[in-house]
């Protein structure tokens, strides 16, 4: 059957550390005529299909949708499957954390990112043949040090 990658969850906002139900994308299995035959989540796609290759498939997919939604200037549902990423990876992969800190970036929050560049840096220093990619953090992290951002006050007058 094809699948089409949705999300299920309030409008309101969630705290990023809730674990609740609804805060985890669902996938719509389909059969050939395109009719929805059942809403599944990620996890018990995962368990029914426990083969490393098409779990890595929907990580690819789900990428994909937040590039999409990024491009369209979604952030917040960019930032939703972002996360998810980063957390189900453990910081590992750094093309998810740079995305999410250039989201932090446009939405002019740089404890946020530094916060995340931070915890993804100290999670990707153990791995072997990270020093280019440590280094692409340390550049960043210097970046937002040296940038002067505007205080409320010079905006008060």
């Known amino acids: 059957p094809y699948t089409t990658l949705f999300r299920s969850c309030d409008m309101k906002k969630i705290k990023q550390e809730a674990k609740h139900p609804n805060d985890v994308p669902v996938i719509f299995l389909t059969d050939p005529t395109g009719k929805v035959v059942r809403k599944i989540s990620i996890n018990e796609w995962r368990a ?15 990428y994909r949708e937040a590039i999409s939604f990024y491009l369209q200037e979604d952030y917040a549902k960019a930032k939703d499957l972002l996360h998810f990423l980063i957390n189900k990876t453990d910081y590992s992969h750094y093309e998810y954390v740079e995305r999410l800190a250039n989201i932090y970036r446009i939405e002019n929050r740089p404890t946020k990112e530094k916060v995340l560049l931070l915890t993804a840096y100290h999670a990707i220093k153990p791995l072997e043949s990270s020093e280019g990619i440590l280094r692409r953090i340390e550049n960043r992290l210097q970046k937002i040090d040296a940038f002067d951002f505007p205080t409320s006050t010079q905006f008060s007058h």
Request: charged share 40%; net charge negative.
């Open 48 to 62: 029914l299909k426990a083969n490393p290759d098409q779990i890595e498939e929907l990580d690819i997919k789900l």
